[in-house]
T-cell receptor
Framework: QKEVEQDPGPLSVPEGAIVSLNCTYSNSAFQYFMWYRQYSRKGPELLMY????GNKEDGRFTAQVDKSSKYISLFIRDSQPSDSATYLCAMTPTGGGNKLTFGTGTQLKVEL | GAVVSQHPSWVICKSGTSVKIECRSLDFQATTMFWYRQFPKQSLMLMAT?????????EQGVEKDKFLINHASLTLSTLTVTSAHPEDSSFYIC??????????FGDGTRLSIL
């Protein structure tokens, strides 16, 4: 069993839909959680960075962490075609210069 | 947000040559830089962790004599693929971090060995 599980998709939604992306993990030591967006042939771009459990909102994006269930989510409201990309969850026990454990990434396509 | 620049973005070279990829943190001092390799439709595979002024720590299965990493300053790390062969063709990505900050990634280098 992988430390971090993420549905690879592809996930296809109509423009304007609310998108829910999720990851589950098995290592209870993870404390810092990140969501990255990666366009084709580009490096990952940091979207959200959260510590421990709770919610964090930034514009159309909301990140949720439920440590009791070992489950994290990224919600995208009013999805746009420009949101079409691969979304990677990542996590680490401590911040800073520590290795990340990544999910496999979910490919999202937002259609007109 | 933090900016990490990676150069070149794409390189094609003949088998047997060495290729150097640069990774720069433009607006912060990166105490730690990471080098990843990514195959199509797969997640990132960590190759090595590099701390400024010390030797890189390589992941299991990564040949340190093949992939030379230098982190000479707080803003620059380089990855040199020595005597590159077609099987080294891949997408290489660096990231940089400091203190308790998350990793910020460069835009990657597409390496094609003929």
């Amino acid at each position: 069993q992988k430390e971090v599980e993420q549905d690879p998709g592809p996930l296809s939604v109509p423009e304007g839909a609310i998108v829910s992306l999720n990851c589950t993990y098995s290592n209870s030591a993870f404390q810092y959680f990140m969501w990255y967006r990666q366009y084709s042939r580009k490096g990952p771009e940091l979207l959200m960075y959260t510590y421990s459990s709770g919610n964090k909102e930034d514009g159309r994006f909301t990140a949720q962490v439920d440590k009791s269930s070992k489950y994290i989510s990224l919600f995208i409201r009013d999805s746009q075609p420009s949101d079409s990309a691969t979304y990677l969850c990542a996590m680490t026990p401590t911040g800073g210069g520590n290795k990340l454990t990544f999910g496999t990434g979910t490919q999202l396509k937002v259609e007109l | 947000g933090a900016v990490v620049s990676q150069h070149p973005s794409w390189v094609i070279c003949k088998s047997g040559t060495s290729v150097k990829i640069e990774c720069r943190s433009l607006d912060f001092q990166a105490t730690t830089m990471f080098w990843y390799r990514q195959f199509p439709k797969q997640s990132l595979m960590l190759m090595a962790t590099s701390n400024e002024g010390s030797k890189a720590t390589y992941e299991q299965g990564v040949e340190k004599d093949k992939f030379l990493i230098n982190h000479a300053s707080l803003t620059l790390s380089t990855l040199t693929v020595t005597s590159a062969h077609p099987e080294d063709s891949s997408f290489y990505i660096c990231s940089a971090t400091s203190s308790n900050q998350p990793q910020h990634f460069g835009d990657g280098t597409r390496l094609s060995i003929l």
